[in-house]
Nanobody
């Protein structure tokens, strides 16, 4: 399986911003839809945002107008710009194929985002 590496997480105060990156090894990245998932304490992993290979994006309601997903197929990299962060955004963030991981990639280690009030 192709590997994914997430980075860019950290600890911020509410209202702050972070930019996450997801880099894929291999040459299939630009052929498939990708997404950002998150798993908060005691919660199941959920899809937060997804982007087609052409750049069309979909978001869950709780992050609309705050998060922006983008991708650079030439760099095999996807991004998540997170603004106006809230404590409820605290989670480990992962990337994978979307809307449902199809086995093209194994899960990476994720990147931790912690938002304090």
């Amino acid at each position: 399986q192709v590997q994914l590496v997430e980075s860019g997480g950290g600890s911020v105060q509410a209202g702050g911003s972070l930019r996450l990156s997801c880099t894929a090894s291999g040459r299939i990245f630009d052929t498939i839809a990708m997404g950002w998932f998150r798993q908060g304490p005691g919660n199941e992993r959920e899809l937060v945002a997804s982007i087609t290979r052409g750049g069309s994006a979909v978001y869950i309601d709780s992050v609309k107008d705050r998060f922006a997903i983008s991708r650079d197929n030439a760099k095999n990299t996807m991004y998540l710009q997170m603004n106006s962060l809230k404590p409820e955004d605290t989670a480990v963030y992962y990337c994978n194929t979307a809307p449902v991981p199809d086995g093209s990639f194994s899960w990476g280690q994720g990147t931790q985002v912690a938002v304090s009030s």
